[in-house]
Nanobody, 115 residues
């Protein structure tokens, strides 16, 4: 059974950049459409972006133009490049398929943006 492990989070000042990684234990290509989600303090988990097998993408309005989702099938890794970070981007970030599969939720990686 596939497992997903997120990494790359950290503490950063507003305006900075981070790149998150999501490593799959199996072949990420077989998982199909992959997405990044986040859950901020006191908020529900929300979809940030997804990337289809054909290359189609979706971004939430709040991150459009600042975040870029990509994948490296050879490395079985999904990425989220986050630029121009804002305090409101503070959250635990998770990767999963889209729609998300219950069995694939991992620990996530914390991103904290300070003003």
């Amino acid at each position: 059974q596939a497992q997903l492990v997120e990494s790359g989070g950290g503490f950063i000042q507003a305006g900075g950049s981070l790149r998150l990684s999501c490593a799959a234990s199996g072949t990420i290509r077989s998982l199909g459409t992959m997405g990044w989600y986040r859950q901020g303090p006191g908020k529900q988990r929300e979809l940030v972006a997804w990337l289809g097998s054909s290359g189609s993408t979706y971004y939430a309005d709040s991150v459009k133009g600042r975040f870029t989702i990509s994948r490296d099938n050879a490395k079985s890794t999904l990425y989220l490049q986050m630029n121009s970070l804002k305090v409101d981007d503070t959250a635990v970030y998770y990767c999963n398929t889209f729609p998300g599969r219950l069995s694939l939720w991992g620990q996530g990686t914390q991103v904290t943006v300070s003003s």
